[in-house]
């Protein structure tokens, strides 16, 4: 519903372009991994592919009040996108269990491996969840890189600005050589490291090997 009734106004409203969709597998499980810089990643990038995309998307998107949460949840609903618990512990178990229930089913898995949106337009340092969920699955990564989104949605702004953003979907990755060491940290981290390095040389963005929420909760705390 989404690609036949919204896909062709998005798409020329906002002429999103597309380079290496034919990396995308045409059947079975896989992940695609992507950075993270704003709200409409969610919709362009499932917009752009043959295949249905499926996000985890944070539980607080699924539970909103009134007017304004009743047309985020439908919105969320309707992208095909899951919620999830992301406050940590037993919560990040169910992330994981939920992402593997996915690729159980044949079906495409998007992940932003930062964990949220750049609060910066940097690239910051992946989480281990991605790469455990890729070891237990046995599924091929494509990383995939979203060009020019914070400036067609920066973060805080309620309407977007009418301009060209673009995406560019490179090679799937293998791990298969690390099968049955998804509860080895250092194998965890040396994967995921891996994702963020293609992903950096796609997207072209100042890499920084901290996590993002720590630069948001630091930037916070300076604001009080």
């Not at 309707?78 to 169910?94: H, N, V």
């Not at 070891?135 to 600005?161: H, S």
């Not at 994967?191 to 916070?220: F, H, P, W």
Request: aromatic share 8%.
């Amino acid at each position: 519903m989404k690609h036949i009734v919204l896909g062709p106004l998005l798409k020329g409203v906002f002429r999103p372009w597309i380079s290496g969709a034919e990396n995308v597998p045409k059947t079975g499980p896989v992940i695609l991994a992507s950075n993270h810089l704003s709200f409409v990643d969610s919709i362009f990038l499932p917009l752009m592919l043959e295949r249905p995309v499926v996000f985890l998307a944070k539980s607080e998107y699924f539970t909103g009040k009134g007017i304004k949460g009743w047309l985020t949840r439908l919105f969320f609903k309707g992208t095909g996108q899951l919620p999830i618990d992301r406050s940590g512990g037993k919560a990040s178990e169910a992330s994981l269990n939920t992402g593997l229930q996915v690729l159980a089913r044949g079906e495409v898995l998007g992940i932003y491996p930062e964990g949220t949106r750049s609060p910066d337009g940097k690239l910051y340092r992946g989480r281990t969840g991605i790469a455990r969920m890729v070891l237990e699955a046995g599924v091929p990564v494509v990383p995939c890189a979203m060009i020019d989104t914070e400036k067609v949605m920066p973060i805080g702004q309620k309407m977007p600005n009418i301009r060209r953003l673009g995406i560019i979907v490179g090679k799937p990755l293998d791990f298969s050589r690390f099968a049955g060491l998804e509860g080895d940290r250092f194998i965890l981290r040396a994967v995921t490291d891996e994702i963020m390095y293609e992903l950096a040389g796609l997207c072209n963005q100042e890499y920084e090997d901290v996590y993002a929420s720590s630069v948001k909760a630091r930037a916070t705390a300076l604001s009080r």
